[in-house]
């Protein structure tokens, strides 16, 4: 298959791409930054920022011409909850890179696109397990709420009216190779190999981690089983909740490391408890995820001493 993917550059984007063309598919990348991790990956990335619609569509009329796409995979988003609750214009980046995308896919003719929402849909609600059927738009927590819920609608109206057929994941924590940004594992990771204090904020916040490769296999069977699961919703994440708490104090024992663990109060706009539902993923897609969270977060660890 011909798939085009943006945010090629990012933690999810790199992994995707490069399991794709292990795989013998044919991968184009956008992304507004080079990719720093994987080669092979970067050769394919053109940089692009995509709020800018007129060099988009400049793209299209260049270096996409011509060429036929069977797949695209949108990924591009800023994505760290609370820098939106205190910049929220990121969240209208967000609304904008979906709609230029979608425009791109309408404009180039491309049948299946895929929309990578997120947890955060649901706000804070008080259920042990959440479906798919549990967002509500009057529980935005946030404007990155705000930017899936609404992007979700979006999606859904550009199937409705143009004959997109589309896909959204909602997912849930991706963690492992290819970050070193500022999201709670390298924070802590890195904050821990320096005996640095890790701030906790909220002791019982529980969240459902799932590693980076379950969340890139769940993606590559839905792009395989796409036909046949046109116009879902669907949780993908490991189906399992552990606090922050205990993040900060596995990787600290982890890294025998001497950083102080301090609790915090929970901040504004992220939500305090999410254990996803995955049968959905597992009965339409065959999904089945199989990293833990001690066998993952070691991972995490191993990579992040070896590569950063």
């Known amino acids: 298959m011909n798939i085009l993917i943006t945010g090629s ?5 790199t992994r995707l791409c490069e399991r794709l063309m292990e795989a013998g598919h044919t991968v184009t990348g956008l992304d507004w930054v080079p990719n720093k991790w994987q080669k092979n990956v970067d050769a394919i990335t053109h940089q692009i920022d995509l709020r800018d619609a007129t060099k988009l569509r400049e793209l299209i009329k260049t270096t996409l011409s011509g060429k036929s796409f069977d797949c695209v995979v949108h990924l591009a988003a800023n994505a760290r909850v609370y820098e939106l609750v205190e910049d929220p214009t990121k969240a209208l980046d967000n609304f904008t890179t979906l709609f230029n995308t979608l425009e791109l896919t309408r404009t180039l003719k491309i049948k299946r696109f895929i929309f990578a929402s997120s947890r955060e849909s649901y706000g804070n609600i008080d259920v042990e397990m959440i479906k798919e059927d549990m967002v509500r738009v009057d529980n935005c927590e946030s404007p990155y709420t705000a930017s899936k819920v609404g992007g979700e ?17 909602r997912f849930s924590n991706v963690y492992g190779m290819y970050d070193d940004s500022e999201r709670v594992v390298p924070l802590f990771i890195r904050l821990a190999l320096a005996n640095k204090p890790m701030t906790v904020f909220g002791k019982d916040k529980c969240l459902d981690f799932t590693y980076i490769d379950d969340t890139v296999t769940g993606i590559i069977q839905g792009i395989e089983k796409f036909d046949s699961v046109n116009g879902e919703v669907m949780n993908l994440a490991f189906g399992q909740g552990n606090t922050i708490l205990k993040l900060a104090e596995t990787i600290k024992a982890m890294k ?53």
């Open 256 to 308: 025998g490391s001497s950083a102080e663990i301090i609790m915090g109060k929970p901040r504004i706009g992220e939500i305090i408890h999410y254990v996803a539902d995955i049968t959905k993923a597992r009965q339409k897609l065959g999904y089945n995820p199989k990293i833990s969270f001690d066998e993952g977060v070691k991972k995490a660890v191993e990579w992040y001493a070896k590569n950063t």
């Open 153 to 169: 609608a979006l999606v859904h109206s550009y199937r409705r009216c143009y004959d997109i057929g589309t896909l959204i994941f």
């Open 9 to 13: 550059s990012g933690t999810i984007g």
